[in-house]
Each structure stands twice: as C-alpha cells, then as structure tokens.
DNA sequence: TTAGCTTTTGCAAATCTTTGCAGGTGCTAA
DNA sequence: TTAGCACCTGCAAAGATTTGCAAAAGCTAA
C-alpha cells in the first residue's frame, strides 16, 4: 500500500524517528509512517483526535485502534513525548539525540522546550539522598508562562 | 442516610479533609465521607477500581461514577493528590499544610514521599531563567528504588 | 424542626481507550 | 525477485471514564 510519497524532504525528526523505528526492528508500516508524519507536521503538541483526523483524511481507512497502537509504540520506543496536561494527553517528536523537556502553559497551552540541564541537579540529588534512579525521560511541568502571567490584570 | 458510625478518631488527614471541604462549600454526603474514608484508610496510593470496591462492600448503593465525580472534586479541591504511573491513576490524601511530592517504582510499585525541597531549586531557576511559573502542587516522578536497583544480578 | 432551594446521586447512555482475532503485508533470506 | 513467517491492521467487542437527567438528600433560614 503507498499512501503517500516521499515529499518529506528537510524533516530532519520524520527521519530520525523513522531509523530509530527500523533500528529497534519495527515494521515501517503506511500506517505508521502516515501518523508519524501528521505528528511530525504538527507545529505545536497533537492530541490522539486531531491525530486521527488529519491521518484519516488522507488515508480513509485508518482505524483508530491503530492511532492508539502507533502512538503507544512510538512513546515506548522513545520517539515521540507524551504529555499529559490535566486528563488529556499530547504528543510531539522527540529528536534523536537531544532530550528535551517540556514547559507547558496551562492558560495559552503553549509549549515550552526545556533543557536537560535544569534537571540534572535535582536528579543527583535523588541519586545522592535515596539511591533512587528517576526517569525523566518524558518529563513535563504545567505552570503559567510569562506572557500569560503579565497578561493579568 | 447514616452509613457509618464516626469510627475516625484520630484521622487527622480525614478530619482536615472533612473541613477543607466543608469550607469550600461541598455538601458532606455519605458517599463522600466513605469514599474519603477508604482512602484515608488505605496505606499506600490507591485506585478507581480498589477505592469503588473497597466503599462498595460498605455501602452497595455506591455507583461507580459517583466514585470518579468525588475523586476529581477531592482532587480539584486539594483534598488528595493524583499520581500518573503510566496509565494509571493513584489517589493518595493531602494533609492540610505540607505537601509533599512522590518518587514511585517501577519495578516494584512502592511510593516514596519527597520533600518540597528537592524541587525548590528547580522551581527558582525556571522563574528566574523563564519567568515561568510551574505548578509542582501534584508532582511525581517514576524511577527505580534503591532496593530494585539492588536486586539486579 | 421544617420547608425549600440547590447540589448530589444512581442510572443509563455516550464517549474514549484497549484488546482478541483473522486476514493482510513488510521484511529477510535465498 | 519471490516465498514464508512474524508482525500489523481493521473490525468488533470489551473495558474504562464521562455526561445528562430525574429523583433524592444535604444545608440554610425561619
């Protein structure tokens, strides 16, 4: 089946997330492809709807059990951050080698990247004071950010 | 409807619960009282469906979606906190003042408490650097614990 | 103590998410 | 280039969570 053609040119995490896919010895199914790409398209964090429907429209027989598979799959295997704001979750492209974390605003939801670095100090501390190892992987802090806080009155 | 006797002496974390929602308004129903009382009961976090079942083998009435109606509003009002592991969802009480913030393991379950103060550096250098303000009040991490980590041949 | 207003509950239906299964399809090795 | 196997997909059904609504019950004021 060939949804679509290769009019990915430039998009540097499509392609990471694509080697990481086939490097862990997952199938590059259209399926798979077509959804990574509606995610890797979108500009901002995409919930599993907005997923669905703009896949769908490309290729009408996309199941939506499929979309939850997928996305599961891609979290797992570490290419794609899953965020969870209040009940609802979104996802956007990790890149390959960076991890980054995220601000989110929970006036605007905007997000925010976040490096790594200003972690790094509270994870050695929990390393430090309970041998505890923490994932931080996928991590995200809601909070209100700047233009939203000088924005009341 | 009288479903239990007051056999809560010295529930502290009960009793604040009872006036914080009292101060804000919420009507002190049965169902409400026993699905506090499970919780506060319960050693550890603790889920939907161990919480459903727990009120339910008092009162059989108690439906289900009660049962998430009064988790969410204890949790919106403060009274508890909501721990994200993966998909699913832990509820855990609050005491009145001290929050305090929770390190969970991956391999074995178990939940550790975390000092505010682990995340106050954190918590400084994002307003400092972003002006952002993050909202730590219901913060987990996962990980792995000292124990687990030991158990590894 | 009671009346009455408003919130809350239980039920049932709607919605969202996960899972089992049989057929279809990507990938590997020849 | 093709054959064959293991993995994926679509479908449908199960499970989990949310929501609308009418009846029930908590709270306030008299």
Do not use: W
């Amino acid at each position: 089946m060939q949804i679509f053609a290769g009019a990915n040119k430039g998009m540097t995490h499509y392609d990471d997330a694509v080697a990481i896919l086939r490097e862990k010895g997952n199938r590059l199914t259209p399926q798979r492809l077509l959804v990574l790409s509606t995610i890797a398209e979108s500009r901002h964090h995409i919930g599993i709807d907005e997923i669905y429907k703009a896949s769908k429209s490309v290729y009408p027989y996309l199941d939506l059990a499929t979309v939850y598979r997928t996305v599961h799959l891609f979290r797992d295997v570490g290419v794609l951050t899953e965020i969870g704001i209040g009940d609802r979750h979104t996802y956007e492209l990790r890149t390959r080698d960076g991890q980054h974390h995220h601000m989110l605003c929970r006036q605007c939801n905007k997000t925010f990247s976040l490096s790594p670095h200003y972690l790094e100090a509270f994870k050695a501390s929990l390393v430090k004071d309970f041998n505890f190892e923490p994932d931080l992987d996928n991590f995200a802090v809601a909070g209100v950010c700047t233009d939203c806080k000088s924005q009341r009155t």
